[in-house]
């Protein structure tokens, strides 16, 4: 019995078995709720099917609608048609047979079902509010009678996967399978052994309420991370109407308030950052038929905050980890950071003590190169110097077994100098992690010209494997993420000559959407170390932009929040940054040494000042062919520097702005200014078509 391509009904028996089969991930896509709704009517006219099976083709159960439907227009059934109502209208049961991923639509259909049952491996889970919208299926209403409001909005305004065993826990999943089990066998099973039972169990016909005071206090808990956004009001306003209002009209506020979202800007945003971390781990100019390297014994040189951080990555997801430092001392050392941080995690609940035990066992402290001669993969995390760097690779070269990938986390130094000191350049690549590398998702992998089509890929799956997400750069002064950034970095400190206060930029960036203003971001990094980088940049380049009241700041010692004082001050123990009065003379005495005529500033312009700088390095990367797209800078901008995820990217919002005008007040800059905002060809080409800069066709990868 075969009805729509995408979906097909079997009999198995007395039972009939609806089958989604809409490759990769079986999303909601044209075709597959009309496929369901046929099978379940066709199902339930058929006096020799007792009950029904809705299992997922392929890795999945269903991960969702189709999100590239969303914000088109296309036509969605009514409520009162759509698959979920056909479900609760349906005589006979039907049971969710749940593998892979039951996601969004996914979930809400299972949860319409009337029963469900699941592989150990499965997750489940409303993560609408990720791209901006509510679960407009029928989530908020079905999910709180299941769970309560209280696990409800959790698990709604978080958009969490829940793993199939906790989900038994809560009530989402009726019985989770020994692992190993067939799940169409044993969801056939299952549909006999219930086949005869009445009433129907629905989940609409439950009951839920919530005590006084619940929504409000989700309103609270959520108040920083939902910062400028909606839909985590709506998802809470949705919950709410599950306990005060009969089924129907829960629904028919659910669509209400879904309909609000669906071309939100910040839906907009999120739809495209979510494709836009799609589409980085694509490299167009690679060969496909290479594939990437499955390593299994990867190595870490270095046992400092950052060689720790990698190790520990490692140790996260699975991988025995050695790790090496020139001295015992610093392998101690960097164990007990490595202990303390995994404790710190345990404290506050974020990872259970005997999972902290295996993930340190999985971390070999070891004494030579000898001992990590064996592995497949080695990250170089030592100091930030070529000179400390290349005997380290040429001692590697030299030790490590052929075919061996020696990749460097370096956050600036020319690759394919410290990949000329091996015999073997086509294994070298960069891997720039971010700090903490435990917890930040970016790993910018930085392509030297001899690596092999194999080394980066990888290098990118080595990222993708140890949960970051990987994006290609091209091996230029600090690579993508930090040279786009660079120039922002030197604009907010200019902005204090010409009369800003590091609150008053730091406010703007925190309005905008950022956790932390980049002024306090800097006292916690430490200053002393953006120092080091001017004044190696100052000595290559005799037209380096200097910047003296930073420079004054470290003279002083003020090297942030490890002195208690940087561009705030601290009191002992507490990282509040408080504005301090000696900071702000020490900028209107730079500012008046410089003769640096004084304005005020609108937030706009401080916005502008800094992003648009960014942006117009962006484009100068991308015309170099250092990038393969603009949406690979927004994936670094909001994975590396926490820019704020609903409004997409630099890149992205940038084109909310507009091509014309973003070039048009850099061209102004340029004449104000000088040299540093000479607007990037690229750009300008863009703003004479009129070409938004995500469409921008950047010089091949060089
Ligand atoms: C929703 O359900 C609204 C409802 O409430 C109803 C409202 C009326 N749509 O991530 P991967 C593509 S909202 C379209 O690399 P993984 C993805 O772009 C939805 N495409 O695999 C990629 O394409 P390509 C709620 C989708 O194994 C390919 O599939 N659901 C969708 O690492 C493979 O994806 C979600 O938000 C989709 N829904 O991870 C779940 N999902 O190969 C979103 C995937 O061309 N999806 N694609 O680059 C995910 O979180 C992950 O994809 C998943 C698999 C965990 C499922």
Redesign the pocket.
Same mark, same amino acid.
């Given at each position: 019995m075969s009805d729509s391509p995408v979906v097909r009904l079997e009999k198995d028996g007395d039972i009939g078995v609806i089958i989604v089969n809409y490759p990769?991930?079986n999303?909601?896509?044209p075709g597959v709720s009309e496929g369901i709704i046929d099978s379940l009517n066709t199902a339930n006219a058929d006096p020799s099917i007792k009950a029904m099976v809705l299992i997922g083709d392929g $890795?999945?159960f269903i @991960?969702?609608?189709? &999100? $590239?439907g969303?914000g088109t227009g296309r036509k $969605?059934a009514p409520i009162g048609q759509r698959t979920y109502d056909v479900l609760d209208a349906s005589a006979k049961p039907v049971v969710a047979a749940i593998h892979? +991923?039951a996601?969004?639509?996914?979930l809400?259909n299972a949860m319409a079902c009337h029963y469900r049952i699941a592989v150990p491996s499965a997750k489940v889970g409303?993560?609408?509010v990720? &791209?901006g &919208?509510?679960?407009?299926?029928g989530?908020t209403q079905r999910l709180p009678r299941l769970v309560g409001a209280q696990t409800a909005l959790e698990m709604i305004t978080s958009g969490r996967?829940v793993p199939a065993p906790e989900a038994a826990k809560l009530g989402i999943i009726d019985e989770v399978l020994p692992d190993g089990t067939n799940l169409r066998e044993s969801a056939v099973a299952y549909a006999r052994k219930i086949a005869d039972i009445r009433p129907l169990p629905r989940v609409r016909d439950k009951t839920v309420t919530a005590e006084q005071g619940v929504f409000d206090a989700c309103r609270k808990s959520i108040a920083r991370r939902a910062r400028n956004q909606k839909a985590p009001y709506h998802c809470i306003a949705a919950v709410e109407a599950a306990c005060t209002l009969p089924f129907d009209d829960g629904i028919r506020r659910e669509a209400e308030l +879904?309909a609000e979202l669906e071309t939100s800007d910040e839906a907009k945003a999120l739809r495209y950052a +979510? +494709?836009a971390e799609?589409?980085v @781990?694509?490299l167009p100019d690679l060969p496909t038929n290479v594939a990437p390297y499955d390593f299994e014994k990867p190595a870490v040189i270095g046992a400092g905050t950052m060689g720790g951080g990698i190790a520990m990555s490692f140790a996260d997801f699975g991988y025995d980890v050695k790790i090496m430092d020139a001295s015992q001392e610093g392998l101690d050392r960097g164990m007990e950071r490595i202990r303390n941080n995994y404790a710190t995690s345990v404290k506050r609940g974020s990872l259970a003590e005997d999972e902290m035990n295996r993930r340190l066992a999985r971390i070999h402290l070891v004494a030579g190169y000898d001992d990590i001669a064996n592995c497949d993969v080695v990250v170089e995390a030592v100091f930030e110097r070529m000179d400390v760097k290349k005997p380290i690779f040429e001692k590697l070269d030299e030790v490590m077994k052929p075919g061996a990938f020696l990749f460097s986390n370096t956050s600036a130094l020319d690759m394919d100098e410290l990949a000329s000191v091996t015999k073997r350049p086509e294994y070298v690549a960069g891997t720039h992690f971010f700090s903490p590398a435990n917890v930040m998702k970016l790993l910018e992998v930085v392509r030297p010209s001899k690596a092999s089509p194999e080394t980066l890929m990888t290098a990118m799956a080595m990222g993708r494997r140890i949960g970051k997400i990987s994006a290609m750069a091209g091996n230029t002064d600090g690579f993508v993420a930090n040279r786009s950034r660079a120039p922002f970095n030197s604009e907010m400190v200019i902005l204090l000559e010409e009369g800003c206060l590091p609150e008053q930029v730091d406010q703007v960036m925190i309005d905008f959407g950022y956790p932390m203003g980049p002024f306090a971001v800097g006292d916690l990094a430490g200053l002393d170390i953006g120092a080091e980088g001017r004044k190696r940049r100052a000595l290559a380049n005799p037209n380096y932009r200097k910047l003296p009241i930073a420079d004054k700041l470290v003279e002083m010692g003020r090297f942030g929040q490890k002195t208690s004082a940087g561009w705030y001050r601290y009191e002992k123990g507490d990282r509040t940054p408080h504005p301090d009065p000696e900071v702000a003379a020490i900028i209107r005495q730079v500012a008046a040494e410089m003769n640096v005529p004084q304005k005020d500033f609108t937030p706009t312009e401080i916005l502008q000042r800094l992003l648009f700088s960014s942006v117009n390095e962006a484009c100068k990367i991308l015309e170099e062919g250092k990038a393969y797209r603009a949406s690979d800078v927004d994936v670094m901008w909001l994975h590396g520097f926490g820019f704020p995820r609903y409004r997409g990217g630099l890149m992205y919002w940038a084109d909310g702005i507009g091509v014309k005008t973003v070039y048009a007040q850099i061209a102004s800059w340029h004449q104000q200014y000088g040299e540093r905002w000479a607007p990037s060809r690229l750009l300008r080409a863009l703003a004479e078509t009129n070409t938004p800069f995500r469409e921008a066709k950047p010089a091949p990868f060089a």
């Amino acid at each position: 019995m075969s009805d729509s391509p995408v979906v097909r009904l079997e009999k198995d028996g007395d039972i009939g078995v609806i089958i989604v089969n809409y490759p990769p991930v079986n999303a909601l896509g044209p075709g597959v709720s009309e496929g369901i709704i046929d099978s379940l009517n066709t199902a339930n006219a058929d006096p020799s099917i007792k009950a029904m099976v809705l299992i997922g083709d392929g $890795r999945s159960f269903i @991960a969702g609608a189709d &999100i $590239r439907g969303f914000g088109t227009g296309r036509k $969605r059934a009514p409520i009162g048609q759509r698959t979920y109502d056909v479900l609760d209208a349906s005589a006979k049961p039907v049971v969710a047979a749940i593998h892979g +991923f039951a996601l969004g639509g996914g979930l809400e259909n299972a949860m319409a079902c009337h029963y469900r049952i699941a592989v150990p491996s499965a997750k489940v889970g409303l993560p609408e509010v990720l &791209i901006g &919208i509510l679960p407009g299926g029928g989530g908020t209403q079905r999910l709180p009678r299941l769970v309560g409001a209280q696990t409800a909005l959790e698990m709604i305004t978080s958009g969490r996967h829940v793993p199939a065993p906790e989900a038994a826990k809560l009530g989402i999943i009726d019985e989770v399978l020994p692992d190993g089990t067939n799940l169409r066998e044993s969801a056939v099973a299952y549909a006999r052994k219930i086949a005869d039972i009445r009433p129907l169990p629905r989940v609409r016909d439950k009951t839920v309420t919530a005590e006084q005071g619940v929504f409000d206090a989700c309103r609270k808990s959520i108040a920083r991370r939902a910062r400028n956004q909606k839909a985590p009001y709506h998802c809470i306003a949705a919950v709410e109407a599950a306990c005060t209002l009969p089924f129907d009209d829960g629904i028919r506020r659910e669509a209400e308030l +879904f309909a609000e979202l669906e071309t939100s800007d910040e839906a907009k945003a999120l739809r495209y950052a +979510f +494709f836009a971390e799609r589409e980085v @781990a694509k490299l167009p100019d690679l060969p496909t038929n290479v594939a990437p390297y499955d390593f299994e014994k990867p190595a870490v040189i270095g046992a400092g905050t950052m060689g720790g951080g990698i190790a520990m990555s490692f140790a996260d997801f699975g991988y025995d980890v050695k790790i090496m430092d020139a001295s015992q001392e610093g392998l101690d050392r960097g164990m007990e950071r490595i202990r303390n941080n995994y404790a710190t995690s345990v404290k506050r609940g974020s990872l259970a003590e005997d999972e902290m035990n295996r993930r340190l066992a999985r971390i070999h402290l070891v004494a030579g190169y000898d001992d990590i001669a064996n592995c497949d993969v080695v990250v170089e995390a030592v100091f930030e110097r070529m000179d400390v760097k290349k005997p380290i690779f040429e001692k590697l070269d030299e030790v490590m077994k052929p075919g061996a990938f020696l990749f460097s986390n370096t956050s600036a130094l020319d690759m394919d100098e410290l990949a000329s000191v091996t015999k073997r350049p086509e294994y070298v690549a960069g891997t720039h992690f971010f700090s903490p590398a435990n917890v930040m998702k970016l790993l910018e992998v930085v392509r030297p010209s001899k690596a092999s089509p194999e080394t980066l890929m990888t290098a990118m799956a080595m990222g993708r494997r140890i949960g970051k997400i990987s994006a290609m750069a091209g091996n230029t002064d600090g690579f993508v993420a930090n040279r786009s950034r660079a120039p922002f970095n030197s604009e907010m400190v200019i902005l204090l000559e010409e009369g800003c206060l590091p609150e008053q930029v730091d406010q703007v960036m925190i309005d905008f959407g950022y956790p932390m203003g980049p002024f306090a971001v800097g006292d916690l990094a430490g200053l002393d170390i953006g120092a080091e980088g001017r004044k190696r940049r100052a000595l290559a380049n005799p037209n380096y932009r200097k910047l003296p009241i930073a420079d004054k700041l470290v003279e002083m010692g003020r090297f942030g929040q490890k002195t208690s004082a940087g561009w705030y001050r601290y009191e002992k123990g507490d990282r509040t940054p408080h504005p301090d009065p000696e900071v702000a003379a020490i900028i209107r005495q730079v500012a008046a040494e410089m003769n640096v005529p004084q304005k005020d500033f609108t937030p706009t312009e401080i916005l502008q000042r800094l992003l648009f700088s960014s942006v117009n390095e962006a484009c100068k990367i991308l015309e170099e062919g250092k990038a393969y797209r603009a949406s690979d800078v927004d994936v670094m901008w909001l994975h590396g520097f926490g820019f704020p995820r609903y409004r997409g990217g630099l890149m992205y919002w940038a084109d909310g702005i507009g091509v014309k005008t973003v070039y048009a007040q850099i061209a102004s800059w340029h004449q104000q200014y000088g040299e540093r905002w000479a607007p990037s060809r690229l750009l300008r080409a863009l703003a004479e078509t009129n070409t938004p800069f995500r469409e921008a066709k950047p010089a091949p990868f060089a």
